[in-house]
């Protein structure tokens, strides 16, 4: 497959492979995924899940039939989500025997011992994320989109109150204008974007969502804004005609700057003006063109 047409006036980063058909005119607000868009933090999240599977008996067999991965997946799932099927998934593998009924008897039922390991699974991964690496280029696009006062949202799968406290922990409240994450019911990102457009006041068109899932893909074409997605190492060969993709968030915010019309993002030992970053209220109004 041919790299499609560089954007106007606008030299592809390194290890950028663009696709698109169309780009937005102007973007007045960006969308920002956390897990593997901010933080490297997919693989420490699964580790974790394993290690804690790893606990029970027959623990990762079980575990191997439950949806673990709504990114790839195309299936709602959350942590809660995750262990209540693990959870009954448990007590249904249990034999009949003696020993077993003896061990599905002794411990708490299926929802319950969800319930438990969810919030054991918080609690490791809050405590674990908060020092984890950062996507190359994360925190100074933060910073900069702040300096800018820049409408800037992550946009997360995350438990709402787990994502607070692990944004809080990282230092980023101040730089962001909003942190929208999931209820545990598993609230779609979609919802999260026409959430965004309502506060920040701009259409579908006008927002960018960054991610590195189908998910995230998804939910920009169901909602109707542009889409950048995050890849290691991309590839034209393997893009999805429509997408951008971007090795890190130093290709994804030059892309940002130059759709925003911002200006370009600082590099390393560049000073800029200090920013006490955007108060969590309604963004300032963008001037419109006559």
């Known amino acids: 497959?041919?790299?499609g047409p560089a954007l106007p006036g606008l030299p592809l980063p390194p290890l950028l492979a663009?696709?698109?058909?169309?780009?937005p005119q102007h973007i007045?607000?960006?969308?920002?995924?956390?897990?593997?868009?901010?933080?490297?933090?997919?693989?420490?999240k699964k580790r974790i899940l394993l290690e804690i599977a790893a606990e029970f008996e027959s623990g990762l067999k079980v575990l191997s039939g439950v949806n673990t991965d709504a990114r790839v997946s195309g299936v709602?799932?959350?942590?809660h989500t995750i262990f209540r099927d693990f959870a009954f998934g448990l007590h249904a593998a249990m034999d009949l025997s003696e020993a077993g009924l003896a061990k599905l008897h002794a411990g708490p039922p299926p929802e319950e011992l969800g319930k438990q390991l969810a919030a054991r699974y918080s609690e490791l991964v809050e405590a674990t994320l908060a020092d984890a690496d950062e996507v190359p280029g994360a925190q100074r696009l933060l910073e900069h989109l702040a300096s800018q006062q820049f409408p800037t949202y992550i946009n997360s799968a995350t438990p709402q109150d787990a994502l607070l406290?692990?944004?809080?922990?990282?230092?980023?409240?101040?730089?962001?204008?909003?942190?929208?994450?999931?209820?545990a019911a598993g609230v779609d990102?979609?919802?999260?974007?026409?959430a965004i457009a309502a506060h920040a006041?701009?259409?579908?068109?006008?927002?960018?969502?960054?991610?590195?899932g189908d998910n995230d893909a998804n939910a920009a074409a169901r909602f109707g804004c542009a889409f950048v997605r995050l890849r290691d190492q991309p590839n034209?060969?393997?893009?999805?005609v429509g997408e951008i993709l971007a090795a890190d968030m130093h290709a994804a915010g030059t892309i940002i700057c130059r759709w925003a019309g911002l200006p370009p993002l600082p590099t390393a030992g560049t000073k800029r003006a200090a920013s006490g970053g955007l108060p969590h209220g309604p963004p300032p109004k963008r001037p419109t063109s006559p």
Request: with cysteine.
């Open 1 to 3: 497959m041919s790299q």
């Open 18 to 23: 663009s696709t698109m058909t169309r780009s």
């Open 28 to 44: 007045r607000a960006v969308s920002l995924d956390l897990d593997d868009t901010l933080i490297r933090s997919e693989a420490l």
């Open 76 to 79: 709602k799932c959350t942590r």
């Open 165 to 183: 406290a692990l944004v809080q922990r990282r230092g980023w409240t101040p730089l962001v204008t909003r942190t929208l994450g999931s209820p």
């Open 189 to 194: 990102k979609v919802d999260n974007l026409r």
């Open 201 to 212: 006041d701009v259409a579908p068109a006008e927002i960018l969502h960054v991610g590195d």
């Open 236 to 240: 034209a060969a393997t893009a999805v």
